[in-house]
């Protein structure tokens, strides 16, 4: 039976092949499912460290520790405003601008959408010292709005190319339709483009508070205010001197201060279903 040669042969490459790529996607896994491992044993290890073990006991004190005004409720609060407001200001902005980018040809949309997607890639680190000089012209250092107006300002440019390839999706007859019955432009934008595309706006959404809630720097250049802090910044505080560091605060605080994020992803995936995808996203 020499046929049957090739054939084992060739189911064996297959087997191989399958069994690396699944050791690949588990080192891979690995890599990921570690670090959580870590901040959810460490929250609860009295002796918490760097290592990654089973405690031998279990004790809520980290949580206790860090549950205060001072070093959880108010930076989280000030984080859900920064990063609520900058989010809402980045969505409306980013649909009126995507509107005519994708509704209206025009010999200036392809360089207008390049020097957007050229902006996304500039290194936000070049250009604070000018920012920060001009927030102290015009009075907006040390403030919450200007630090909204920012971070706005910051993922507007990706908000916008997301957007635009989200809208194109929508066809133009529905529009076209709600015009005839006398509907204008705005309101076509509010009542038929938008909530076709609501997966499309929850990914912006959903990404744009992500960056904006991950993000030390840019709060920790522009406001000087210890109160005024979100806990991106104040998670610093855990660091202490001469390499000290609460591990186990730390772990807690962490779980805490990502708690915001997970419930948003999980409300807005929830709620949308299988839409939510970045299937338009990459729509040509």
């Not at 996607?25 to 491992?37: D, E, G, K, Q, T």
């Not at 980013?94 to 957007?116: D, E, G, H, I, K």
């Not at 000290?244 to 730390?250: F, R, S």
């Not at 990502?258 to 709620?271: E, F, Q």
């Amino acid at each position: 039976m020499p046929s049957g040669r090739p054939g084992r042969t060739l189911r064996a490459r297959r087997a191989r092949r399958r069994l690396a790529a699944d050791a690949g996607l588990l080192v891979v896994a690995a890599a990921f499912v570690l670090p959580l491992a870590w901040v959810v044993l460490s929250a609860l290890d009295p002796r918490a460290g760097l290592r990654v073990r089973v405690p031998d006991g279990l004790t809520p004190d980290h949580f206790d520790a860090v549950l205060t005004d001072e070093i959880t409720f108010t930076p989280l609060l000030n984080s859900l405003i920064l990063c609520g407001g900058a989010t809402a200001l980045t969505v409306v902005c980013a649909a009126l601008a995507a509107y005519p980018l994708s509704r209206f040809r025009s010999r200036l949309n392809r360089p207008f959408l390049l020097t957007v997607l050229f902006a996304t890639s500039l290194p936000i680190t070049a250009i604070m010292v000018p920012v920060y000089a001009l927030f102290v012209r015009v009075d907006l250092i040390d403030t919450m709005r200007g630090t909204i107006f920012f971070f706005a300002a910051s993922q507007l440019p990706f908000a916008i190319w997301l957007m635009k390839n989200f809208m194109d999706g929508v066809p133009r007859e529905l529009e076209e339709a709600a015009w005839t019955d006398g509907a204008s432009t705005l309101q076509s934008l509010a009542r038929i483009v938008l909530p076709l595309m609501g997966p499309g706006v929850a990914v912006v959404t959903v990404f744009s508070f992500v960056m904006m809630w991950g993000n030390f720097f840019v709060p920790f250049m522009l406001l000087l205010t210890p109160d005024r802090m979100p806990a991106s910044v104040s998670i610093n505080d855990f660091f202490g001197n001469r390499g000290m560091v609460a591990y186990g605060q730390l772990a807690a605080f962490s779980i805490v201060y990502s708690t915001p994020v997970i419930l948003l992803y999980v409300l807005i995936a929830r709620r949308l279903g299988g839409g939510f995808a970045l299937g338009g996203a990459v729509k040509g």
